[in-house]
């Protein structure tokens, strides 16, 4: 087995792994990174698929995300705007195609009015709660003592908006159904995008995509810490700390370290044997955070034809199979693509389906938006992360209902010489790229103290 010292061994080359690793590196430390897959970038990356680049994981850009977008600037990467001109598509309970402009979504005068009287309420919420530490909300323990699901029943008679509301967060973010998580962590949720008008505004939080594609972030951080100094296919079986240093080993590797960043979702966790054991609050707090369940999905076709028909290529529905979609033609692409999103109890429901009959399923609903010129497209990929043995599931992780409250201080703390960067475990940026770069950050700085 092959044997390294250094001053501190990061586990995960993911967006907070190798931000970490930069900043130590930056402060004269000597840094080893362990990966266990064959790639750096974590849930940040692209494949090609019949000549077309495919953004697997994350891909977009909020103004407010200034941590990413200073990155971005210091990595020379140029950016370009998401295509939105045109109406949007909204599809109700009965199957009826809509289509709008503005930001809510077409029904009856009662029910649209309940929407935005739920956002502003949730708006105003949200603006009481401060991310990094929801739990010091005055009513904290109230609100993470109900479900979103059962709270908006207490708010609303009207099941059309509920739908939609719970939507915007259930759907389209925590990615589980909202009766798991509590209205604390919706907040939250909305908290960290700058407000729950934020969350809920495509146009903000999906703004902005980079040139040639979102993967060439983490390419460039782990050029800057050096792939000399980064271990992939090296998967870590134990952590030991003892004597005042701590050993981290894999397979083949064992390196010996003054301190250890362990950059990984906290649901993963239990992959590592911990020699002393985590506090057994540690270990509570990881069993009750879960991941999320996510489809995306992106078809590609010879032309955009949707813009010809006016459309932007937004669309939403709580009743669809794809939730949501949007126009995800990359600036230099001939043709047109659109991205979708399948999630929570729907995307249990089609993973039990066999390929051809999901791919169906899909596309029949792409096509409930846009008409049928959506049911052939050229190359078609799915993004499957939670068989992904070393991510299990996306967006992120949440917690189940008292969770946040009751693991207020675990949820971030180190554990003498191990300490933990995750986008997961963010305020700001919670879930997002922006996030994962913000933790990087926190915990170098924890190495550095």
């Given at each position: 087995m092959k044997?390294?010292?250094?001053d501190v061994?990061?586990?995960?080359?993911?967006?907070?792994?190798?931000?970490?690793?930069?900043?130590?590196?930056?402060?004269?430390?000597?840094?080893?990174?362990?990966?266990?897959?064959?790639r750096?970038?974590?849930?940040?990356?692209?494949?090609i698929h019949?000549?077309?680049?495919?953004?697997?994981g994350?891909?977009?850009?909020?103004?407010?995300?200034?941590?990413?977008l200073?990155?971005l600037?210091?990595l020379?990467?140029e950016?370009?705007?998401?295509?939105?001109?045109?109406?949007?598509?909204?599809?109700?309970?009965s199957?009826e195609?809509?289509?709008?402009?503005?930001?809510?979504?077409?029904?009856?005068?009662e029910?649209?009015?309940?929407?935005v009287?739920?956002?502003?309420?949730l708006d105003k919420?949200s603006?009481?709660?401060?991310?990094?530490?929801?739990?010091?909300?005055?009513?904290?323990?109230?609100?993470?003592?109900?479900?979103?699901a059962?709270?908006?029943q207490?708010?609303?008679q009207?099941?059309?908006?509920?739908d939609?509301?719970?939507?915007?967060?259930?759907?389209?973010?925590?990615?589980?159904?909202?009766y798991?998580?509590?209205l604390?962590?919706?907040?939250?949720?909305?908290?960290s995008?700058?407000?729950?008008n934020e969350?809920?505004?495509?146009?903000?939080?999906?703004?902005?995509?980079?040139?040639?594609?979102?993967?060439?972030?983490?390419?460039?951080?782990?050029?800057r810490?050096?792939?000399?100094?980064?271990?992939?296919?090296?998967d870590?079986?134990s952590?030991?700390?003892?004597?005042?240093?701590?050993?981290?080993?894999a397979?083949?590797l064992?390196?010996?370290?003054?301190?250890?960043?362990?950059?990984?979702?906290p649901?993963l966790?239990?992959?590592?044997d911990?020699q002393?054991?985590?506090?057994s609050v540690?270990?509570q707090?990881?069993?009750?955070?879960?991941?999320?369940?996510?489809?995306?999905?992106?078809?590609?076709?010879?032309?955009?034809?949707?813009?010809?028909?006016?459309?932007?290529?937004?669309?939403f529905?709580?009743?669809?199979?794809?939730?949501e979609?949007y126009?995800?033609?990359?600036?230099?692409?001939?043709g047109g693509?659109?991205?979708?999103?399948?999630?929570?109890?729907?995307?249990?429901?089609?993973?039990?389906?066999?390929p051809?009959e999901?791919?169906?399923?899909?596309?029949d609903?792409?096509?409930a938006?846009?008409?049928?010129?959506?049911?052939?497209p050229?190359?078609?990929?799915?993004?499957?992360?939670?068989?992904?043995?070393?991510?299990?599931?996306?967006?992120?992780?949440?917690f189940?209902?008292?969770?946040?409250?009751?693991?207020?201080?675990?949820?971030?703390?180190?554990?003498?010489?191990?300490?933990?960067?995750?986008?997961?475990?963010?305020?700001?940026?919670?879930?997002h790229?922006d996030?994962?770069?913000?933790?990087?950050?926190?915990?170098?700085?924890?190495?550095?103290?």
């Amino acid at each position: 087995m092959k044997e390294i010292s250094t001053d501190v061994v990061i586990i995960g080359a993911g967006m907070a792994g190798l931000t970490a690793a930069t900043q130590l590196i930056a402060a004269g430390r000597d840094v080893v990174v362990l990966e266990a897959r064959d790639r750096v970038g974590g849930r940040v990356h692209s494949e090609i698929h019949d000549d077309c680049l495919v953004e697997v994981g994350g891909q977009w850009i909020a103004p407010d995300q200034e941590k990413l977008l200073a990155l971005l600037d210091g990595l020379g990467l140029e950016t370009y705007s998401r295509y939105r001109e045109g109406k949007n598509v909204y599809v109700n309970g009965s199957g009826e195609n809509r289509q709008y402009e503005g930001e809510i979504f077409p029904a009856s005068p009662e029910t649209e009015s309940e929407i935005v009287r739920l956002i502003e309420l949730l708006d105003k919420l949200s603006h009481e709660i401060d991310p990094a530490q929801p739990w010091e909300h005055p009513n904290a323990s109230e609100f993470d003592s109900v479900s979103f699901a059962s709270w908006l029943q207490q708010q609303s008679q009207d099941q059309e908006a509920r739908d939609n509301i719970a939507l915007f967060v259930a759907g389209a973010m925590l990615t589980k159904p909202s009766y798991a998580f509590s209205l604390l962590q919706a907040l939250m949720m909305a908290a960290s995008a700058g407000g729950f008008n934020e969350l809920v505004d495509p146009d903000f939080i999906l703004d902005k995509r980079v040139k040639g594609g979102m993967h060439q972030v983490p390419q460039g951080l782990a050029e800057r810490v050096g792939f000399e100094n980064i271990h992939l296919s090296t998967d870590v079986k134990s952590i030991v700390t003892a004597e005042g240093n701590v050993t981290v080993t894999a397979e083949n590797l064992s390196v010996q370290a003054k301190h250890v960043i362990i950059a990984l979702g906290p649901h993963l966790l239990t992959r590592i044997d911990f020699q002393p054991a985590l506090p057994s609050v540690k270990q509570q707090m990881a069993q009750h955070l879960s991941s999320g369940q996510v489809i995306k999905v992106q078809a590609f076709y010879p032309s955009a034809f949707w813009r010809e028909k006016g459309l932007s290529g937004t669309a939403f529905s709580p009743y669809q199979t794809v939730h949501e979609a949007y126009d995800n033609t990359p600036h230099d692409y001939v043709g047109g693509t659109l991205v979708g999103f399948v999630s929570d109890h729907v995307a249990d429901d089609l993973y039990a389906k066999d390929p051809t009959e999901r791919k169906k399923a899909i596309l029949d609903s792409f096509a409930a938006y846009f008409g049928e010129g959506a049911l052939k497209p050229t190359v078609y990929y799915e993004s499957d992360w939670v068989n992904e043995v070393y991510t299990r599931g996306a967006y992120g992780t949440s917690f189940d209902i008292g969770g946040l409250t009751r693991y207020r201080d675990s949820i971030r703390s180190s554990v003498g010489r191990i300490h933990f960067a995750c986008s997961d475990i963010a305020g700001i940026g919670y879930t997002h790229i922006d996030g994962a770069i913000r933790m990087g950050e926190a915990a170098a700085e924890a190495v550095l103290a």
